[in-house]
Structures are given as C-alpha cells and as structure tokens.
C-alpha cells in the first residue's frame, strides 16, 4: 500500500520570505498523481497544486511550486513571498491513476507565517 | 459558486443516538467521498460512491453507513456514535474516478457526549 510521509510537523516562515514543505511518499506504481491541500483553520481543505508523475516538468501556481523528483519519490512544495494568509495546515496527498480512488494523505505540516 | 455544502458545521449527539451528517454538491459531480478527520491528523477515508455505485474502506467500522439518494446528495449515518467517533467528518467530490481533483466541503465537527 502506498504511503505518504510528511515529516515536518510544524514549520515557520517569516512573512515575504520563502519555504519548503517536505514530503516523501512510497509506491510501487509509475503512473500517480500528487496533491498538496491547504487547510486553514476552520476553513475548508482547498487544493493547492496537483502534479502528474509522468510529467518531468515541475507544477507551478502562481507563488506555490513543487519540486518532484520522481526517483527520490520526493514532492516538496515551495511556498514564495510567503503571506500571512497562507498560515495553514498543509497535506501531500498521493492518488493512484488507475480506478483506485483511495486518495493517501500524509499526516500533515502546521505552517505559521509570522509578520 | 458551485460548491460542496455539509450540514450541520457542527453536530452534538448522545452516546449511541443515531445521527446523520448531510452533504450536497452543485458541482454535478459523479463521486462523492466521506472521510474521517480526527484532531491533528490526516483525513482518513470511509467510503466513497461512484453514481449509485456504494465503496466501502475495508477498516470502515460497520457503525458507519451512507446514503446517496441523488447525485446532488450524500448522508453518512453514524448509528450507534461512541466516543471515538468524535471527529471532523469531510465530504468531498470529484467528477470522476482517478486522477481527478476531489473538491472538499467545509466538514461537520461532531461531538459525542
């Protein structure tokens, strides 16, 4: 079964400043789709950005971009000029491409943005 | 906005008194999911339908049931609630199976007394 590893419980960013997100996940499967999913406090989760393995160029939206490394099994989330609005939980979320819809979150990182 | 809505945001129940927790899209999608989200962890699914098609997790306690009258609809019925079973309960959609997005709603907080 695949799993997703996100081992930065907590992280801290000052406000305009950049950071990354961790994230590592372990499968067996060469086609998948990766997630990373905001949830800010009693808020809705909301996507953030979705990248498909077999794409080798890396997602970007807007100040949010991945680093995908496929063999590595490795998918951080780079969050630049970072905001105070974007103090949230976040989760890397792995999906295989076949009919399975067993979506696999990993357990999460608590950004905080400090002004 | 199209969107996903639960009722209620928040939900207070007895120990062992049925109760259910409503979900409804305008996104016309095809899946609906319901997961389990307990405090500072991942959500974790229950079951989700493809059309009328019912899916359910292999480690979904029996105590939790769902309904999906109508595309736009989905109920997840907890019958007998215990104590552990007090969590944030998300519904989410997509508009097909995989690789599709999932949309999610602003979940139903449940508390068991």
């Known amino acids: 079964a695949q799993t997703v590893t996100q081992s930065q419980p907590e992280m801290s960013v000052q406000e305009a400043e950049t950071v990354t997100l961790s994230c590592t996940y372990d499968t067996s499967e060469s086609d998948y789709y990766l997630f990373w999913y905001k949830q800010p406090p009693s808020r809705q989760m909301i996507l953030v950005i979705r990248?498909?393995?077999?794409?080798?160029q890396n997602a970007t939206e807007n100040r949010f971009s991945v680093n995908f490394q496929k063999a590595a099994k490795s998918f951080s989330l780079k969050i630049s000029d970072s905001q105070l609005g974007d103090a949230a939980m976040y989760f890397c979320a792995y999906r295989s491409a076949d009919n399975n819809n067993d979506m696999r979150f990993g357990a999460g990182t608590r950004l905080t943005v400090k002004p | 906005d199209a969107m996903v809505i639960q009722n209620p945001r928040y939900q207070v129940t007895q120990f062992g008194k049925p109760v259910t927790l409503s979900c409804s899209q305008t996104?016309?999608?095809?899946?609906m999911y319901w997961y389990q989200q307990k405090s500072s962890q991942a959500p974790k699914l229950l079951f989700h339908y493809y059309d009328k098609d019912f899916n359910n997790e292999a480690d979904t306690p029996d105590n939790f049931q769902s309904r999906r009258p109508n595309t736009s609809f989905c109920f997840l019925d907890i019958r007998s609630p215990g104590l552990g079973d007090a969590a944030m309960y998300l519904c989410?959609?997509?508009?097909?199976?995989?690789?599709?997005?999932?949309?999610f709603g602003p979940g139903t907080r449940l508390l068991v007394l």
């Open positions: 996104l016309n999608h095809n899946v």
């Open positions: 990248q498909e393995a077999y794409k080798q």
């Open positions: 989410a959609t997509s508009r097909d199976r995989a690789p599709e997005t999932q949309y």
